[in-house]
């Protein structure tokens, strides 16, 4: 079975730091790009970054771009997102997407880790 | 930057027919997805590529795309299908743009 699990959500303060991993199973992660994507509460979801398969290109949302890192681990099957500088506005749930294979469609999605930036 | 609009919200009595719509400048030039969402859950691909089902979706969706407007219908609507629902494109300058996503009441 394809299984996406997120971990390393919290209460963080603005200005602080988060790392969000998403551990991959029941498929071979190397072959596909993988996405995190944002859903803050009440609202819509929001694409915040991609990576292709080999980590030869990363894509990240006008958003968050200079703040967020995001990085694989195609031996460990795992995916990551490095959040700095963190703002109020950046609290949400954060859902890691594998990728279709060449048609940017996302499933699986993973069952979503809650960020929450609050003084 | 590339946009979709979503209706709201759209109700359908159970048994009929509901209509979704994801509005977008030349939309039909492009390859649309949709998303299924239940409270507390994660999305659910219910439609790719305009009109093609992922395994396990039953046929009662169904999808097109032509023109500015991207159709996701549900026949014989249930109760079980009451959920918020998302629409997707890829876009050579934004990259991933979803819609706003519209929220499908059951009556």
């Known amino acids: 079975e394809v299984q996406l699990v997120e971990s390393g959500g919290g209460l963080v303060k603005p200005g602080g730091s988060l790392r969000l991993s998403c551990a991959a199973s029941g498929f071979t992660f190397s072959n596909y790009n993988m996405n995190w994507v944002r859903q803050a509460p009440g609202r819509g979801l929001e694409w915040v970054s991609s990576i292709t398969s080999s980590s030869s290109s990363i894509y990240y949302a006008d958003s968050v771009k200079g703040r967020f890192t995001i990085s694989r681990d195609n031996a460990e099957n795992s995916l990551y997102l490095q959040m700095n500088s963190l703002r109020v506005e950046d609290t949400a749930v954060y859902y890691c997407a594998r990728d279709s294979t060449g048609g940017n469609w996302f499933d699986p999605w993973g069952q979503g880790t809650l960020v929450t930036v609050s003084s | ?107």
């Open chain 2, 1 to 107: 930057s590339y946009e979709l609009t979503q209706p709201l919200s759209v109700s359908v009595a159970l048994g009929q027919t509901a209509r979704i719509t994801c509005g977008g400048n030349n939309i039909g030039s492009k390859n649309v997805h949709w998303y299924q969402q239940k409270p507390g859950q994660a999305p659910v691909l219910v439609i790719y590529r305009d009109s093609n089902r992922p395994s396990g979706i039953p046929e009662r969706f169904s999808g097109s795309n032509s023109g500015n407007t991207a159709t996701l219908t549900i026949s014989r609507a249930q109760a079980g299908d009451e959920a918020d629902y998302y629409c997707q494109v890829w876009d050579s300058s934004t990259l991933v743009v979803f819609g706003g996503g519209t929220k499908l009441t059951v009556l």
